[in-house]
């Protein structure tokens, strides 16, 4: 591994890196692992480059332990090129770059209730492929403390992912499917309500299909609820300059997200009915 | 109190500090941000009649001492050009400099026809951008007949103030700027990247970049930035300059300024220091400007050929 440029102490230059290994979560959905550390946060990104095809921005997984995971679904020509390559085949990383999501501080013992461990309740919620960085965030939740519920959706069960990782973690974890094949049949949104209903949470966190956040930002501040969310955009340069994940609003995702509050998210007119493309055209959800 | 008003082809700018064409410039939000962060003006990406898709990524990186590109002029075309200018218009009262761009000489009229409609208060013509050259040839800025020819058709089409932007990459760029102000254009914009160049990551045997080649920017092409302001506005006095290229800091604004430019541009400074570059660089600005005892920025402008 190489070390080349940085820009506030993040390398903007692609550092090599050998697939260590990779494994199958679902149909068409890979997790890549690599040696090494981005320093990353959770829910923050890296730019993967597969020289001669394409570089594209994708979510971290895990950094931690000397291991990078990437979860990744085959959705175009350079996920396609990516899942042809094979263990020992090298390609580049940037980042981490953005804004991950709140870790939220352990709470010490109240005075008069010495060892009683107060809790703070963080349900995070994925969609798809949108699962993968939540583990790690969940993860970090869980060593300040807090007890964390995995809501975790999909269409069927067999594109289901970080279930199974996610019950061996120890978290509370509730499953949606679109045709009820595994876990209550319906929405992510539905199974969160729920919660929302009978149990206070201090932080819901949601990585997934833009509609479905902004229908769960919804429903969290109409219950004032805490809530952020992870938005995705087109990326290019990763670091500020390009412009080309900028919001209606104006404001840079890659710097100010992608992971943001709720509210945040709202005041964006493009939040869950348009993106912008690679020549900056509108494209919609 | 010092006064940073600058006039450039008798538009008015709070500041000479304007935001350079490529950056941050997809959206009317995006542009108008800039203008509430502390720009003069901001220029819009190269605007495309039909869509250009531009490179594949990656588009770029930056060093400590300089950054490349090779976005590729990527834009939507005419359509969203007018939406983004249209939308910027209402939101904000900053100088908007329109930047174009076209394949063949012909089409450059057309753009800048369409382009006119939408009254921005300068057009600036791009004819110098290095990492397009596999697919359009040779810029037309290193031609002083090409030069000329795009400049007298957008002429034609257009009363609003022109600048056409010129390219380092020449034997003599003050031969290109003579050539444009003759065919009508009334500023100069200098410099564009500079290069191509290439650099190659050796763990991966490839190019850092997807176009193999891109222009270079940031601080180490700042030298050349300043000697060609210098050479242009010695030979054309009275024609106001975009002055841009690595320009880094306030003092380096203040530099340029003397060398002969009225309006700063500025780009890769964005990704060495973030939004608070416009803040901080007027702010150092302004103190220079006090303590040498001058009340307006424009007394500095082209200072360095009276020594």
């Known amino acids: ?285 | 109190m010092v006064n940073l008003n600058v006039d450039f082809c008798g538009v008015k700018f709070e500041n000479p500090l304007v935001l350079a064409s490529g950056v941050l410039g997809v959206t009317a939000g995006s542009l108008a941000r800039v203008v509430e962060l502390g720009a003069g003006g901001v220029t819009t990406k190269s605007l495309w009649r039909q869509p250009h898709p531009g490179h594949k990524n990656p588009v770029m990186f930056g060093t400590e001492h300089y950054f490349m590109n090779a976005v590729g002029l990527s834009d939507a075309g005419l359509e969203k050009g007018i939406e983004t200018l249209t939308e910027l218009k209402e939101k904000t009262d900053a100088p908007l400099i329109a930047n174009i761009v076209a394949a063949k000489i012909e089409d450059f009229g057309s753009i800048a026809e369409s382009i006119d409609i939408l009254q921005p208060d300068i057009i600036e013509i791009n004819i110098s951008c290095p990492n397009v050259e596999s697919e359009l040839g040779k810029p037309f800025a290193c031609s002083r007949t090409d030069a000329a020819a795009v400049t007298k058709i957008v002429r034609s089409r257009t009363r609003l103030p022109l600048a056409v932007k010129l390219s380092p990459n020449v034997e003599n760029i003050v031969d290109i700027a003579k050539s444009v102000v003759d065919a009508g254009a009334n500023a100069i914009t200098a410099i564009n990247t500079v290069g191509p160049g290439m650099r190659w990551n050796i763990d991966l045997c490839s190019p850092m970049l997807a176009n193999r080649v891109g222009g270079i920017s940031g601080p180490a092409i700042f030298p050349i930035a300043v000697k060609s302001v210098f050479d242009i506005h010695a030979a054309l006095p009275n024609t106001p300059i975009i002055a841009t290229g690595g320009i880094n800091s306030g003092r380096d604004v203040l530099e340029i300024m003397m060398a002969g430019g009225t309006l700063a541009g500025v780009g890769t400074a964005l990704y060495y220091h973030g939004d608070d570059f416009w803040k901080n660089a007027k702010a150092e600005i302004t103190e220079w400007l006090d303590e040498n005892n001058f009340k307006n920025i424009s007394e500095v402008i082209g200072i360095f050929h009276k020594k």
Not at chain 1, 139 to 147: L, P, Q, V
Request: glycine fraction near 12%.
């Open chain 1, 1 to 285: 591994m190489t070390c080349c440029g940085k820009h506030h102490g993040v390398d903007t230059e692609p550092r090599a890196f050998a697939i260590a290994d990779f494994w199958e979560e679902a149909e068409n959905i890979r997790t890549f692992v690599f040696h090494g550390t981005l320093h990353s946060k959770p829910g923050q990104f890296c730019m993967l480059w597969i020289p001669g095809c394409d570089e594209k921005p994708f979510s971290i997984a895990r950094d931690y332990d000397g291991e990078i995971w990437l979860t990744i679904c085959k959705v175009g020509p350079a996920t396609e090129k990516l899942f042809t390559l094979k263990k020992g085949d090298k390609i580049g990383l940037r980042g981490a770059f953005g804004h991950g999501f709140t870790i939220l501080e352990k709470i010490p013992p109240a005075p008069f209730k010495k060892g009683e461990e107060q809790k703070q309740n963080v349900v995070l919620v994925g969609g798809g492929y949108g699962t993968a960085p939540l583990h790690f965030t969940g993860k970090t939740h869980a060593e300040n403390g807090s007890d964390v519920t995995m809501i975790i959706g999909a269409r069927s069960e067999n594109l289901l992912i970080w279930d199974k990782k996610s019950e061996k973690s120890g978290f509370r974890t509730l499953i949606a499917t679109n045709d009820g094949s595994v876990g209550v049949e319906g929405f992510t949104t539905h199974v969160l309500e729920k919660l929302i209903s009978t149990e206070k949470i201090d932080l819901v966190q949601t990585c997934g299909p833009e509609k479905m956040m902004k229908a769960i930002a919804e429903m969290c501040l109409e219950k004032n609820v805490p809530c952020e969310v992870s938005i995705e955009r087109f990326m290019k340069c990763g670091f500020g300059v390009c412009g080309q994940c900028v919001t209606e609003t104006g404001e840079k995702m890659c710097q100010i997200g992608p992971c943001v509050s709720a509210q945040k998210a709202m005041s964006f007119s493009d939040f869950g009915n348009y993106h912008r493309g690679p020549e900056g055209q509108k494209v919609s959800w």
